[in-house]
């Protein structure tokens, strides 16, 4: 970080400097929330969680070499260094990093989205690499925590950041939008997702679309074609978007797709006119939208359709999200970050797909108010549909999956349900066999990772 004052710091975020005045023109090296990861010259913004509060760790971080911290406290007199004093550490952190990337002469591509942004911000991030010095989110930092804290990491050196943002409920993407401050915005779609907040798909547009009011000036907005709800958005502030999807007439348009099995997926798309072939190395047809929403950012941003192909045949995944691991025969799609009705569908895809026996491990899905129980249900019976072999899950929720699966399968589905994710192992780990693919799939409070970590090291 360069030219980040505690002086300024204090003026953007609304706080009140408390320390000697040699200190206001010192400069921040770094911003973090962890008192375990503070450098020398750093900041430290203590944040108040269900487990532990950071102001506790204040002394600590003086004595690691903070510069300086935020408090929502007045400090002690014989505190070692400066501090400013703000209401919320948090609303601070979000004012502190607007200011900063405001600071950067940086153009900033924000992914939002239902399903899929985690994967559209990688393909995106991949595709820009061919000719941009990119910044992207690290894993999922995506909310009013991690997206400031992904911002602090940017420098000079970048010209592009890809920021995931994510929400789920109204007012937060104002939040959000108004950190990050894009240049471009890519739609993923609008899908059945924290509707216990959201209400439903017309709720979800709301509160995603509120990015639209803090874009910069004349910025992008590219939209997936194929989402109903995406489709009908005419303008956005003056300026028709650019649209990606299998409709002739988009932007980025998908003519012929062929499915490589666990090997990808083959494209022929044509991006403003201008064909071309793509192989995109992720197994799923669902990828192919990841590619076109890439596909029209890089159009956007200057970059040649060559470049965008060699960008999409070099994505990679990353844990948790759809990563293929392959142990002893078997093989393991690890998808268990997070999960709603429209990417489990997408999984069972993936799945279905594979060589061998299928197996999908999946447990309930989390925010999905009051059709939760029909939502569940729909999944065991797409389960049943797609001819999975084997359906293991755990969860009260997964319940109803377990039950639609085994009616609609007619016995050709063989689907067995547990009170907990430990329960499921200790039965499915002596019935893998060489050969089978096991899909394993839940909402983050599941903590499917830990199965994953441990069926690895079954095998």
Excluded: W
């Excluded at 937060?172 to 439903?200: F, Q, S, W």
């Excluded at 072999?389 to 639609?404: F, N, P, Q, V």
């Amino acid at each position: 970080m360069e030219h980040m004052t505690l002086e300024k710091i204090a003026g953007c975020c609304g706080g009140t400097y408390v320390g000697g005045r040699d200190f206001m023109k010192a400069e921040i090296t770094g911003v973090f929330i962890d008192s375990r990861k503070v450098k020398e010259g750093s900041l430290f913004v203590p944040i108040r969680g269900e487990r532990a509060d950071g102001h506790d760790f204040i002394p600590a971080v003086f004595r690691a070499g903070a510069l300086a911290v935020l408090s929502e406290q007045k400090l002690p007199e014989d505190t070692p260094g400066p501090y400013i004093l703000v209401e919320s550490t948090v609303e601070a952190l979000g004012k502190i990093a607007g200011f900063y990337r405001r600071s950067l002469d940086v153009q900033v591509v924000g992914v939002i989205g239902s399903v899929g942004k985690t994967s559209t911000k990688e393909m995106i991030a991949s595709v820009l690499k061919e000719k941009y010095k990119v910044h992207k989110t690290a894993g999922n930092f995506n909310n009013e925590i991690g997206l400031p804290l992904t911002i602090f990491d940017m420098t000079k050196e970048h010209e592009v950041a890809v920021l995931e943002m994510g929400i789920s409920d109204f007012g937060e993407m104002h939040r959000l939008a108004d950190i990050a401050y894009p240049d471009l915005c890519v739609m993923t779609n609008i899908g059945p997702c924290h509707l216990e907040n959201l209400k439903d798909r017309d709720g979800v547009l709301k509160a995603k679309t509120e990015v639209f009011a803090h874009m910069r000036e004349g910025g992008t907005v590219i939209l997936n074609g194929d989402d109903d709800k995406l489709a009908a958005i005419s303008k956005v502030n003056g300026k028709k978007p650019m649209f990606y999807g299998k409709q002739k007439g988009d932007d980025a348009c998908a003519l012929e797709t062929e499915p490589l099995g666990m090997e990808g997926v083959r494209m022929k798309f044509s991006l403003r006119g201008e064909q071309r072939e793509a192989v995109i190395p992720i197994p799923g047809e669902h990828n192919v939208y990841n590619a076109l929403a890439a596909a029209c950012v890089g159009a956007a941003l200057g970059e040649g359709i060559d470049a965008i192909c060699r960008g999409i045949a070099s994505v990679q995944t990353i844990s948790g999200r759809s990563n293929f691991m392959e142990k002893h025969g078997v093989t393991v799609i690890d998808d268990c970050y997070n999960a709603n009705p429209v990417s489990m569908r997408a999984s069972i895809d993936v799945l279905s797909k594979a060589p061998g026996r299928k197996i999908a491990v999946l447990g309930d899905m989390g925010e999905l108010g009051e059709e939760e129980a029909s939502l569940h249900a729909a999944i065991g019976s797409y389960v049943a549909q797609k001819g999975i072999d084997l359906l293991y899950c755990s969860g009260a929720l997964s319940r109803e999956m377990a039950r639609a699966a085994s009616d609609a399968s007619e016995g050709k589905t063989a689907v067995l349900h547990f009170e907990t994710k430990e329960e499921l192992l200790a039965q499915l780990s002596p019935e893998i066999k060489k050969g089978d693919t096991l899909l394993v799939k839940a909402s983050h409070f599941m903590e499917y990772a830990k199965l994953v970590e441990e069926l690895l090291a079954r095998l």
